[in-house]
């Protein structure tokens, strides 16, 4: 096999390596599946303003998050049942984000539980909350998390329904016989039956609480003293509701564009988020970053970090262990080329003056002295 050069490269390899069902539940977006197009193309639409004969010989990528000091702004998004993907799933993730020395958010609808995946030692890792019916699994849950040491609740907003996700449907997607919901095995919780359509969808339609409002946002800083980021924002208007509400941060996602279809990319959200956030609270970018171009561009934008998603699971099933590392290591060395050749040796030197956008006002031209 050829040699894997880049994130992207990992999908080819996964489709051929899973099962249609497993594959098409990872890779799809919903609906038309227009934004999942869109969330990478957007990148493609900002261009570089490099400065040029500044000493780049020492660049420094770190940076911290909520107070944790990490090797770089580049972090791993929760995604569901790694286990389809490779036999060690979440483990094989929470190991290979160790030494990189960045942060893992773990699923609730992970195929390992936050006890074992804690186990796996030492790490700075998230927990993504998806708030059931039953107010005492969610109380219960998010305890579990901080015994485990589990630093932050990443709560999912974008959710109180599925998204129309069809090839789900068309394949009646449900989670394979020999896995389950980790989290919640012990609350009879932990599988999904078989549906007429997609079985998560009936599963999140059954469980998921559709009631979900910003009082619960308040209620969950009442059982936990961890920090709430709120994941799934994508308008100014929120961002200022959400930090009124005491959100300790913002995740600009539009889920990896499986819920609502024709909502923008979340780099084209990005600006718009941040500047209703004026700096109270940190706001960070998921969906569609396969590139340290991408994470530049974010950064430039104002996002505090990035997360990456499905580069996981698919470099996961290609390589496991070994190829989610290499997704962190070839990101963070682009991301680090991307800084030296735009003249940044440090992520306090990334400003909006080093990107171009389409919907920038153009510079200003000085006429030349004739």
Same mark, same amino acid.
């Given at each position: 096999?050829?040699?894997?050069? !880049?994130?992207?490269?990992?999908?080819?390899?996964?489709?051929?390596?899973?099962?249609?069902?497993?594959? #098409?539940?990872?890779?799809?977006?919903?609906?038309?599946?227009?934004?999942?197009?869109?969330?990478? !193309?957007? %990148?493609?639409?900002?261009? %570089?303003?490099?400065?040029?004969?500044? $000493?780049?010989?020492? *660049? +420094?990528?770190?940076?911290?998050?909520?107070?944790?000091? *990490?090797?770089?702004?580049?972090?791993?998004?929760?995604?569901?049942?790694?286990?389809?993907?490779?036999?060690?799933?979440?483990?094989?993730?929470?190991?290979?984000?160790?030494?990189?020395?960045?942060?893992?958010?773990?699923?609730?609808?992970?195929?390992?539980? /936050?006890?074992? /995946?804690?186990?796996?030692?030492? =790490?700075?890792?998230? %927990?993504?909350?998806?708030?059931?019916?039953?107010? !005492? /699994?969610?109380?219960?849950?998010?305890?579990?998390?901080?015994?485990?040491?589990?630093?932050?609740?990443?709560?999912?907003? #974008?959710?109180?329904?599925?998204?129309?996700?069809?090839?789900?449907?068309? &394949?009646?997607?449900?989670? @394979?016989? %020999?896995?389950?919901?980790? &989290?919640?095995?012990?609350? $009879?919780? =932990?599988?999904? $039956?078989?549906?007429?359509?997609?079985?998560?969808?009936?599963?999140?339609?059954?469980? *998921?609480?559709?009631?979900?409002?910003?009082?619960?946002?308040?209620?969950?800083?009442?059982?936990?003293?961890?920090?709430?980021?709120?994941?799934?924002?994508?308008?100014?208007? +929120?961002?200022?509701?959400?930090?009124? !509400?005491?959100?300790?941060?913002? *995740? /600009?996602? &539009?889920? =990896?564009?499986?819920?609502? #279809?024709?909502?923008?990319?979340?780099?084209?959200?990005?600006?718009?988020?941040?500047?209703?956030?004026?700096?109270?609270? @940190?706001?960070?970018? #998921?969906?569609?970053?396969?590139?340290?171009?991408?994470?530049?561009?974010?950064?430039?934008?104002?996002?505090?970090?990035?997360?990456?998603?499905?580069?996981?699971?698919?470099?996961?099933?290609?390589?496991?262990?070994?190829?989610?590392?290499?997704?962190?290591?070839?990101?963070?060395?682009?991301?680090?080329?991307?800084?030296?050749?735009?003249?940044?040796?440090?992520?306090?030197?990334?400003?909006? &003056?080093?990107?171009?956008?389409?919907?920038?006002?153009?510079?200003?031209?000085?006429?030349?002295?004739?």
């Amino acid at each position: 096999m050829a040699e894997v050069t !880049n994130v992207t490269e990992y999908q080819a390899i996964a489709k051929e390596k899973l099962p249609k069902m497993v594959y #098409d539940y990872y890779a799809s977006g919903a609906e038309d599946q227009w934004t999942l197009a869109e969330n990478r !193309n957007a %990148f493609s639409r900002i261009l %570089f303003r490099p400065r040029i004969l500044i $000493d780049v010989s020492k *660049i +420094d990528m770190a940076t911290t998050v909520l107070g944790f000091k *990490i090797s770089m702004p580049i972090m791993i998004a929760p995604t569901a049942m790694q286990k389809m993907a490779h036999p060690e799933g979440e483990y094989a993730t929470a190991r290979a984000t160790t030494s990189p020395g960045t942060i893992m958010t773990l699923s609730s609808w992970a195929t390992s539980s /936050v006890e074992e /995946v804690a186990s796996t030692g030492p =790490g700075i890792r998230f %927990f993504q909350l998806y708030v059931y019916k039953d107010r !005492n /699994v969610v109380a219960q849950l998010v305890r579990r998390a901080e015994r485990a040491g589990f630093k932050a609740i990443a709560l999912t907003v #974008d959710t109180p329904r599925l998204g129309r996700r069809e090839a789900d449907i068309k &394949n009646r997607f449900v989670l @394979p016989p %020999f896995l389950t919901l980790k &989290n919640f095995e012990g609350l $009879d919780l =932990g599988s999904m $039956d078989k549906a007429e359509d997609s079985g998560l969808a009936s599963y999140v339609a059954g469980q *998921i609480d559709r009631t979900l409002s910003w009082k619960d946002v308040k209620w969950l800083q009442t059982i936990t003293s961890l920090p709430i980021l709120v994941k799934g924002v994508l308008t100014a208007e +929120d961002t200022r509701i959400a930090i009124q !509400n005491g959100a300790s941060g913002i *995740i /600009v996602s &539009n889920h =990896g564009a499986r819920q609502l #279809d024709y909502v923008p990319s979340t780099i084209m959200a990005l600006e718009e988020v941040v500047k209703a956030a004026q700096g109270r609270v @940190p706001v960070f970018l #998921d969906g569609g970053v396969r590139r340290g171009t991408d994470v530049f561009k974010a950064l430039a934008l104002g996002a505090a970090g990035i997360f990456i998603g499905r580069p996981v699971v698919f470099s996961l099933a290609a390589e496991g262990e070994a190829g989610v590392r290499k997704v962190l290591q070839m990101l963070r060395d682009e991301f680090e080329l991307t800084m030296a050749l735009s003249g940044c040796r440090s992520l306090s030197e990334i400003t909006r &003056n080093h990107i171009v956008t389409e919907w920038d006002a153009p510079k200003a031209l000085i006429a030349p002295r004739l």
